[in-house]
């Protein structure tokens, strides 16, 4: 209608005001609450060039619209304002139209232009936790809105399987790994471990023999025991410590930062770690075995888990490949003058001009770091989808640095595609017990948590009853669509700029702004029209307030989904549809439906929670969540 408006405006623009309207001066935006009308017309646009009242300009507009055009029923000037007012007629027909529409709010597939999206993207020395989860359903359910607003979408990951992280974990599972009687090591299959948490295991195993290290070795530089450590070590540590002497707790607490940085370069266990890098860059055939089969347990862990998330991938990389590609360009860098080398042939790039710092691409010893293998990863991507506009990259706000620097250097290094890269930066997640740290070992897992939220579904579930006559299989599976419904919305109705807390309690809960709220309602309205007969909707019957603003709401649809996927915000379709359920529970309550005696407003009452129920259904599932037919 607000197009319908718009066109017939700028067609008699002239005859109405004496100047030719542009499309940016008719303006609409959504009526207030306290004031009655379907859209509202901005006037001070027009307002400015007609050089008339706000009363003059928009009786003019509301009579023309009301006579002439004849799409509205009635008008109000409030202000600068015109709230304008549709016939019953329209909204039947809207109705009507989303009725006959299976695929009502999507656009036609494949109709822009193609992207790729990443979430996820582990460390292989770990497995997934809480902030995975965020990433992992905020990546996905961004995929699933571009594809639904015609997009070609491409799901990956990059698999950071290679690194010192691996190598600790690798290093620490050899050295302190205890052997059963057959003389093996422990492995997913003798300790009955899922993959991902076993290598995790020996990742924290090295982080508690490096701190009791670093411990021990500040113990003998405070005792004056400096044998065996090199000179400049010694004279630095002697320079920290003199420094000390009258400062506040602050520089204080800073300088024994710095001693503890000189201490951890110095221990025994993160040298061996590097030499275990250099050795792995360098093909050691031993080195790469072991490398080839921790991974291997990983990835199982991970798939097993990516299953009970609900999530896939269209396509993997894996930084063990993109590294090698990352240094080649690296050496393009270096010839053409982007980069510089330091006296120790450590490479860097100058970003002072661009008010950042030097960023460092490659190590003195030769071995690539985190921007190496991004600067690889991103062109091997273009090279293999040639019709991609663009990347999304899922990651947390910590990263947002990297992701400045990345896109800079690579359009330093002439790709003109790094302007379409777009880093999707969300907050972190706490629980209500604090932060999470993956090197002590306090993370919150992802299975487990997932297994919680799921068995805390069952226990609600059974205790409200209503399950009988269906099977345990059935049962198992609704408890999971709740436990994994409720943690999904939860985690993604927040902005995804936004740090956030979670509480597994409230995220099933039946009431409030909630994934099993908006469940309930679909499973409800199931029920309902399980019990009427069959029905046709006649687009010439009358309808009442209640019934026109779920319509309202439901012609928003295709508008949520469009700023979604440009905004790249699940949480616009999470709002949208907890809108929509308050609006039709509010309906439910106090309306009429299968006792209504009037056939034609039951047909009227059924088609709108039929396609009520569809919308739910297709929104949520642009969150990646199943709705349920009976709950």
């Given at each position: ?5 718009k066109s017939?405006?700028i ?7 004496g100047?030719?309207c542009?499309d940016?001066?008719?303006q ?12 509202t017309l901005?006037?001070?646009p027009l307002?400015?060039l ?5 009363q ?10 009301r006579d ?6 009635d ?7 015109l709230?304008?007012?549709f ?6 027909q809207q109705?009507h139209?989303i ?5 009502f709010g999507?656009a ?9 999206v990443?979430y996820?993207s ?5 497995p997934?936790?809480l902030g ?7 990546g996905?359910s961004v995929a699933?809105?571009?594809?639904a607003y015609?997009?070609p979408?491409?799901?990956t990951?990059i ?12 290093l620490a ?11 093996e090591r422990e ?5 009955g ?15 508690k023999h490096f ?6 070795i ?8 400096f044998?065996g450590f090199?000179g400049?070590?010694?004279a630095?540590?002697?320079?920290f410590?003199?420094a000390?002497a009258?400062k ?9 930062d710095?001693?503890?940085e ?8 993160l040298?061996e770690a ?9 093909r050691?055939p031993e080195?790469?075995?072991l ?7 990983v990835y199982?862990g991970?798939?097993?888990?990516y299953?009970k998330?609900?999530?896939q991938f ?12 990352g240094k080649?360009l690296?050496?393009?860098?270096l010839q053409k ?5 330091k006296e ?6 100058d970003l002072?001009?661009e ?14 770091v985190?921007?190496?293998?991004d600067l ?5 991507r273009?090279?293999d989808?040639?019709g991609?506009?663009g ?10 640095y990297h ?15 790094a302007?379409?890269c777009?880093?999707l930066s969300y907050?972190m997640v706490?629980?209500?017990t604090?932060?999470m740290?993956s090197r002590e070992?306090t993370?919150v897992?992802?299975?487990?948590l997932?297994?919680e939220v799921?068995?805390s579904?069952k226990?609600m579930t059974?205790?409200r009853?209503h399950?009988d006559g269906?099977?345990?299989?059935d049962r198992e599976?609704?408890y999971?669509?709740?436990?994994m ?6 985690l993604?109705k927040?902005?995804?700029?936004k740090?956030?807390l979670?509480n597994?309690?409230?995220s099933i809960?039946l009431?409030g702004?909630t ?12 029920s ?6 069959a ?5 010439e019957?009358?309808?009442?307030d ?14 949520a989904i ?8 699940p ?6 549809t907890y809108?929509l359920?308050k609006l ?7 309306i009429?439906i ?5 056939e034609?407003?039951k ?6 929670s039929k396609?009520?129920a569809?919308v ?7 969150l990646?969540?199943e709705?349920p037919?009976?709950m």
């Open positions: 209608m607000e197009k319908l408006i017939a405006i067609e008699k623009s002239n005859e109405l005001f100047f030719d542009s940016s001066l008719i609409f935006q959504k009526t207030k609450k306290e004031f009655e009308g379907d859209t901005v006037l001070f307002m400015k007609a050089g008339k009242s706000p003059e300009i928009g009786k003019v507009l509301g009579d023309f619209l002439d055009v004849r799409c509205i029923r008008y109000s000037i409030i202000g600068g304002f709230n304008v007012s016939p019953n007629s329209y909204w039947t109705l139209e009725n006959s529409d299976a695929d999507l036609a597939k494949n109709s822009k232009p193609e992207i790729m990443e996820s582990p460390n292989t020395n770990k997934l936790h995975h989860l965020r990433n992992n359903f905020l996905y699933k809105i571009l594809e015609g997009h979408v491409i799901k990951q698999i950071n399987d290679r690194g010192i992280h691996i190598c600790k974990s690798m599972w050899q050295k302190f790994s205890p052997l059963n009687e057959k003389g492995n997913p299959e003798n300790t471990m899922k993959g991902d948490k076993l290598v995790g295991k020996y990742y924290v195993e090295f982080d701190n009791a290290e670093v411990k021990e500040i113990a003998q530089w405070n005792a004056g025991q044998e090199p400049t070590t010694v630095k540590f002697h320079e410590t003199e000390k009258g506040d707790e602050k520089a204080v607490a800073a300088l024994d710095k001693i503890k000189l201490a951890k370069n110095e221990t025994s266990i040298k590097k030499d275990l890098l250099v050795r792995w860059e360098g050691d080195v790469y075995l490398w080839t089969t921790m991974n291997g347990w199982s991970f798939e097993e888990t299953q998330m609900g999530v269209d396509r993997l990389y894996y930084e063990s490949d993109t590294f090698i590609l080649d690296v050496n393009e860098g003058g982007v980069f510089y080398q120790d042939g450590s490479v860097w790039i002072t001009g008010g950042l710092d030097h960023k460092l691409l490659l190590r003195s010893d030769g071995t690539s985190y921007m190496t293998q690889g990863t991103a062109v091997d273009f090279n989808y040639p991609l506009t990347i999304i990259y899922t990651v947390g706000n910590e990263q947002d992701f400045k620097v990345l896109f800079l250097i690579l359009d330093k290094l002439g790709y003109s595609w302007k379409s777009f880093h907050g706490d629980l209500p604090g932060k740290k070992g993370v897992d992802a299975d487990d997932m297994d799921i068995e579904a226990e059974s205790e009853g399950l269906m099977t345990d299989t599976h609704l999971k669509l709740i436990g419904g409720g943690l999904k919305y939860y993604l927040v902005d995804p700029k740090r956030m979670f597994p309690a409230e809960e009431n702004h994934g099993p709220f908006i469940q309930y309602a679909h499973a409800r309205i199931q309902l029209l399980a019990k009427a007969a029905f046709e909707l006649d687009t019957t009358a309808m009442g209640a019934e026109k603003e779920i319509i309202k709401q439901l012609v928003l649809y295709p508008a469009e700023q979604a996927a440009k905004e790249y915000a949480s616009v379709i999470a709002n949208y809108e359920v039709y529970n509010q309906f439910y309550q106090n009429t299968l006792s209504e005696t009037d034609k407003q047909a009227l009452r059924l088609a709108l396609n009520v569809k739910i259904k297709s929104s949520m599932l642009l990646g969540i709705v037919n009976r």
